[in-house]
């Protein structure tokens, strides 16, 4: 068939729906096979366009670029003002960044002693803090110390031992440092003992599911704490009030014991307990100082903290 002295094509009928070519409509057809060049044909002389045609297109075509360049945007632009000004969310970005990188070293106790966390970084601590990060964080920390735990053949005599700190250990202060900053102010010793008055810090979850566990296995729990002797009573009433019971020994600074660094002050109080007899199996604490120094645990466990760090 024909159509305006042009000839359609035909391409196995029975694999496409319509096929035209000519005339000015779209194709639409669904094939299957490849197309094969002897299903074309030649249009007729009378259809093939002259070289005199072909000039006056180019030259209609060549003109219609020219006029359209008024009203369209050339592809290739150069930068101006206003698109070589830094976005104002990079200063966030390089602050989270930042941030993080500088939480890291924080944890790994590459950035040695500070007293403030960065300034630049207190969206980045509060969100941490206030997250699910953070809880996740002492989760996977929990998790590994049972997993450790369980390898531990307990001896009858009652003398494996496991230490826990309290604060950002087993009781989170969050509560605390949401109103103080969280860790962008100095530390306020004052204000700080108004609030262990309170005894209203809650448990950390993971830690208390921890802490309950290895009761249950055998082990023998000390808590070795920072806080002041004067402070027992409110201490202890927020341990139990969050859940915690059955400790072996509650330690707390003494008076002979103030000025001491906390590395020293822990270490003495495990070799106390070393001395006694008792076997240190696990450690968990929020600070290197709650872990390193002498009379180590055989393992011990930091929990994540980047608000404060005692040295």
């Known amino acids: 068939m024909t159509k305006g002295g042009a000839t359609t094509v035909n391409l196995e009928q029975d694999k496409f729906d319509k096929l035209k070519i000519f005339g000015g409509k779209k194709i639409t057809s669904t094939y299957h096979n490849k197309l094969s060049l002897s299903n074309y044909r030649i249009?007729?002389?009378?259809?093939?366009?002259?070289?005199?045609?072909?000039?006056?297109?180019?030259?209609?075509?060549?003109?219609?670029?020219?006029?359209?360049?008024?009203t369209y945007d050339p592809i290739i632009r150069f930068p101006t003002t206003r698109t070589m000004t830094v976005d104002s969310r990079s200063h966030s970005d390089d602050d989270s960044l930042y941030c993080a990188s500088w939480h890291l070293a924080a944890e790994t106790n590459n950035a040695g002693v500070w007293t403030q966390i960065p300034s630049r970084c207190y969206s980045y601590v509060k969100y941490y803090?206030?997250?699910k990060r953070y809880d996740s964080d002492c989760e996977?920390?929990?998790n590994f110390s049972l997993a450790f735990a369980s390898t531990v053949q307990?001896?009858?005599?009652?003398?494996?031992a496991w230490i826990f700190d309290?604060?950002?250990?087993l009781l989170t202060n969050l509560r605390y440092y949401m109103e103080h900053g969280f860790g962008s102010e100095i530390f306020n010793e004052s204000c700080w003992d108004k609030w262990v008055a309170l005894?209203?810090?809650?448990?950390i979850p993971s830690s208390l599911n921890l802490y309950n566990a290895l009761k249950q296995?055998?082990?023998?729990?000390f808590v070795l704490t920072g806080r002041s002797e004067h402070?027992?009573?409110?201490?202890s009433k927020n341990l139990e009030l969050a859940g915690y019971t059955g400790w072996e020994g509650l330690i707390l600074r003494g008076a002979s014991d103030k000025g001491i660094p906390a590395t020293v002050y822990k270490s003495e109080r495990r070799s106390v307990l070393v001395n006694g007899g008792y076997r240190i199996q696990g450690s968990t604490g929020d600070q290197w100082s709650d872990l390193l120094g002498f009379a180590m645990a055989k393992r011990s466990f930091k929990l994540p903290n980047p608000m404060y760090y005692i040295p």
């Open 166 to 169: 309290i604060d950002e250990a």
């Open 140 to 142: 996977v920390v929990a």
């Open 129 to 131: 803090m206030t997250g």
């Open 43 to 70: 249009p007729p002389p009378h259809c093939r366009s002259s070289r005199p045609l072909t000039s006056v297109f180019l030259v209609l075509l060549i003109g219609s670029v020219i006029n359209s360049s008024a």
């Open 199 to 203: 005894a209203k810090a809650p448990a």
């Open 217 to 221: 296995m055998g082990f023998k729990i």
């Open 231 to 235: 402070q027992r009573q409110d201490t």
């Open 154 to 160: 307990i001896d009858p005599d009652g003398k494996d």
